[in-house]
């Protein structure tokens, strides 16, 4: 009897880890790779996004990506914890966390602080579906969207404005495009015009961004826009081809006084960093100001760094100050360094403080202010400043992001050349 029991208490145990073990092995053979379409709920409504889910090789971890229109943005390596699938978006500090039930996922999206979560809102996915607000065919409108808009933004609760540009192109009932400010861009917005609404959405892991519309008689939009887990705001634009924003070199300047900036900062291993290196000496330089945390920043990043592996032989450096949410090295350097591997940064990118006005103000005192991540600061040969560009035009605004590589390449030409 003992003996028969021993086999059956073995046999319970092996079953046991069996059991125990198969969620991640059942997990990862079950999920499907293609196109998931998923949601995030805030309040009544519903921000749909895409994502591509792939398995890796090593049969254990996936990749995913965002599709925002022509956009494939990469996430970190997603991975199984237990009975759930964990996507991390640790630049941005974020995570999605869901369980599998057959081709449906559910979960919630999660904001960090410094590791703690500080909110979430809930997240479903469905396999096979390839659409964001309608399906194929199923979107009907003879409203057309295509064109410039003249746009203002208002905080209901503070009262506070924003005036941007609304740059939307539109086929069939397929819209895309973005809204520019002056201090960055809102990145690609995909979706549709069905009957007198305007649907538009966006996800880079850290801002989630629904626009709804309605296109008044008078042919106006009057809308409104969720971000993130709380923000909500209005806004009002009006069809208008010679819309523009504030001249993006006159709004950061240099205080009285003053030709350059002088600064001295650590890197991620603590080698500290100025102008007057010999590095810089009797070179063109583009500085940086940015944050890990900062998709423009990331944008520009983009192309920044591929455009210096290319031109650094010519005599031009380019220096980070980066301003994060903490300046504390153990919990900022982390994050600098995952930056510096995602996009191949080969040039120094230092500490700086944290991206709060104050911090700014000590480190860069010689600016009038730091309005936006990111802002570049244009330096000659002789050390001083020639230009200053606040926020970027990413490229999602289409001919903006062309003007702006344009503008961006006729004037390093220019310092470069320069004896």
């Known amino acids: 009897m003992r003996y028969i029991n021993w086999i059956a208490a073995s046999l319970f145990l092996i079953a046991l880890t069996s059991y125990t073990s198969s969620p991640e092995t059942t997990f990862g053979s079950t999920l499907k790779n293609g196109i998931w379409r998923a949601t995030l709920a805030r309040d009544t409504h519903r921000l749909p996004l895409l994502l591509d889910i792939s398995k890796n090789p090593d049969g254990k971890t996936f990749s995913v990506f965002v599709v925002n229109g022509p956009e494939r943005l990469k996430m970190d390596s997603t991975y199984i914890q237990n009975d759930s699938l964990v996507i991390p978006m640790q630049l941005f500090d974020a995570r999605i966390v869901v369980k599998q039930d057959d081709d449906h996922l559910k979960g919630r999206y999660y904001r960090l602080a410094n590791g703690v979560v ?25 409203r057309n969207v295509a064109g410039k808009w003249a746009t203002l933004f208002k905080n209901e609760i503070t009262g506070d404005t924003t005036r941007a540009v609304a740059n939307f192109a539109q086929q069939g009932t397929d819209v895309t495009g973005s809204f520019l400010t002056p201090t960055g861009d809102y990145r690609f917005l995909t979706g549709s015009v069905n009957g007198d609404s305007l649907f538009l959405s966006t996800f880079d892991g850290s ?53 350059t900036v002088d600064f001295t900062f650590p890197d991620v291993n603590g080698k500290e960093w100025s102008l007057k290196d010999p590095k810089f000496k009797d070179k063109a330089v583009i500085i940086q100001i940015m944050g890990s945390w900062c998709p423009n920043c990331m944008d520009e990043t983009n192309y920044i760094a591929p455009w210096y592996k290319k031109n650094k032989s010519r005599g031009v450096e380019v220096i980070g100050l980066a301003f994060e949410r903490s300046d504390k090295p153990e919990i900022a350097n982390p994050r ?59 490229p999602g605004t289409g001919k903006y992001y062309d003007d702006f590589v344009s503008d961006f390449n006729a004037l390093m030409d220019k310092l470069i050349s320069e004896k």
Do not use: C
């Open 336 to 394: 600098i360094k995952r930056m510096i591997t995602r996009f191949g940064i080969d040039y120094p990118i230092v500490l700086a403080g944290t991206n709060t006005d104050a911090a700014t103000a000590k480190a860069l005192p010689m600016l009038n202010k730091v309005m936006s991540y990111p802002t570049t600061i244009f330096i000659d040969k002789k050390g001083k400043v020639r230009e200053i560009h606040t926020g970027f035009s990413g």
């Open 207 to 259: 801002n989630a961004m629904l626009f709804k519309a309605a296109i008044v008689a008078d042919g106006r939009l009057k809308g409104a826009m969720w971000t993130g887990l709380k923000g909500y705001k209005t806004w009002n634009a009006v069809l208008d081809p010679q819309a523009k924003l504030p001249d993006a070199t006159k709004l950061t300047f240099l205080k009285p006084g003053y030709e």
């Open 118 to 142: 500080a909110g979430s809102i809930p997240f479903e996915a469905r396999f096979g579906d390839d659409y964001k607000f309608y399906k194929k065919g199923e979107a009907k409108s003879s």
